[in-house]
């Protein structure tokens, strides 16, 4: 159904299969989801994508059930069905209850009818919110 | 600019003038800003917006902050130009500080990235993200 | 500010001067308004595109206001802040009341929300619903 | 398939059966469809959600049928296909025609394109299009 | 699945039948893929469709490879899965290998994350970039 | 304008800074346009984006121009005004000629076209689309 081969470990080109190593070596676990096998074709493309995830997801000024929230957001956004589920799992997995998946659904809810309003109206920002 | 006249509190309505009021003790300043405005001719509009918005962004299993994170995301990918603006001044508002706001983007940027990946590969989803 | 330059009736090629003068005599106006004049540089373009919009915006099955409201729909969502602000002015031209657009914004808003919201839960559909 | 399971009656919270009730009430059949089931699990949000839309979506200024023929090229727009179907659905439980069906599918196709060259050319908004 | 039911040869309309053998002589091919049988309901929208792809996909000042790579990407981001499938066979068909099928992942999922970070910070654009 | 200041060379970190003397040297150019100011208050994430823009753009199995047309396709449909305007000169100045731009701006109005309807009709993937 993809648009590529989803590569398992035998047929990855080695440089891939490392990095499939390295994320089961940071996830613990063995399981490499669908997203790395499809990208697995080209090894720089992999390299870069895992390795900037990982810096981005890292715990800094926000922590990372936040950054994963951001994530599902987004991907909602752009219509991702991959990612929402993939990045909702991700959140579970890092701690989402369902109270804040709860909020999480209302927040981007909300958002997205005032956004369209907004844009349908075409308001011109208030001179107060720009900093520059 | 806008697709209709932004409203003062003289022109607007009595019941959307009534809100401006209710959004000014809310938020304890005497500013109304040009969304609420905008939304100024159809007091059922403006009173349901403000409501739901008003219960959404309280407090609850998430905080005001992360709340506005999320919002500042949605406008991103909505592309709406008056929500970026005034949602994170709200985030700044909330205490969103500039390494906060620095990791936001980082996401934002880096989940726009793999979200059109996935979509350009079609990738389908592994059994194990899908809770139903 | 746009990224070609709007050719005023001198400097467009013939052919689409010609095509200015169709707009002119479909609208009864001497106005042409920008976009057929960013257009113009590609009088094969300008063609099509101005050929394509009379037929499927002429009186038909639905009648010309509501597809000026459709269309400020899918603008509006598109993010086109153009094409919402043109279309907005031919819905009025067209008799849209201010109580018709208030409620094509509310709709507008609250399809963005319950699209998002079932993005966000990526709600299978209802066997039902297909027809296929 | 959905990032929540799906509730049937039986599952559902007391306050969310209460809504499956009026939904089957106000559209006069037993059917809930699955957009409800996800949302039963935080009733305030399947509150909100399902009293808003009735608002809305019923007869104003604009025909509850013209109404649907937005959400349709919303929904379309915003890529949501489980909306596409459930509203293109209940278009026609409202007496869409084929010959209404396909001028919108005309529409949203034609302000789709028209949306993208706008954008691809940046054009400036003509200052009669701006109302404020 | 669709929302309308595809037409076979027999139940097509006899002028979209008709299109339909002008797509097999032109692709040079018995296929009619689903998108035609979908839109055979209207054969004036089909036509329309039709001559016009035929047009604009045609060699000229960019050759058809090129073309196909810039119809995946408007693809993928307008998130039609369908199309992302079926632009992206026709770029392999004319061509595309896989390493340009890479690199034009990698271009798209680049622009992606600089769109995002672009929009979220509401960076105003040079003056040197506006030609008008 | 920006949700951020933009950076002078005086006011950038030096690590920023330092990017700005890379852009100037790869770019042959004493100009550092407005989206690396923005992004310098991280230096991190402008190390990251410049970096990976410059492998992503450089010519490989595509060519730089093509890229850039990508480029302005993807940056169309996501509706960032700042990339088109940006990628569009950066397509000039690598050789686009206006016919190569009117062909552009054709292929995405007519790809945004046949999305919407795929999207609204709801086509099936043929199965010979499907790699996988």
Same mark, same amino acid.
């Given at each position: 159904?993809?648009?590529?081969p989803?590569?398992?470990?035998?047929?990855a080109?080695?440089?891939?299969?490392?990095?499939?190593?390295?994320?089961?070596?940071?996830?613990?676990?063995?399981?490499?989801n669908?997203?790395? $096998?499809?990208?697995?074709?080209?090894?720089?493309?992999?390299?870069?994508?895992?390795?900037? &995830?990982?810096?981005?997801?890292?715990p800094?000024?926000?922590?990372?059930?936040v950054?994963?929230?951001?994530?599902?957001a987004?991907?909602?956004?752009?219509g991702?069905?991959y990612?929402?589920?993939?990045h909702?799992?991700?959140?579970?997995? $890092?701690?989402?209850?369902?109270?804040?998946?709860?909020? &999480?659904?209302a927040?981007?809810?909300?958002?997205?009818?005032t956004?369209?309003?907004a844009?349908?109206?075409?308001v011109?920002?208030?001179p107060?919110?720009?900093e520059?």
């Amino acid at each position: 159904m993809a648009t590529v081969p989803l590569l398992s470990d035998e047929d990855a080109p080695a440089e891939s299969r490392a990095i499939f190593d390295e994320i089961r070596a940071a996830r613990k676990t063995d399981f490499v989801n669908n997203f790395w $096998r499809a990208l697995a074709h080209d090894p720089a493309l992999l390299r870069a994508t895992w390795d900037r &995830l990982s810096q981005v997801m890292a715990p800094g000024a926000l922590d990372p059930l936040v950054k994963e929230l951001i994530y599902v957001a987004v991907s909602t956004v752009n219509g991702c069905s991959y990612c929402v589920h993939s990045h909702t799992a991700a959140a579970r997995a $890092r701690g989402m209850s369902p109270e804040q998946h709860a909020e &999480l659904l209302a927040v981007i809810g909300m958002a997205s009818q005032t956004n369209a309003l907004a844009t349908a109206l075409q308001v011109p920002t208030d001179p107060r919110f720009k900093e520059d």
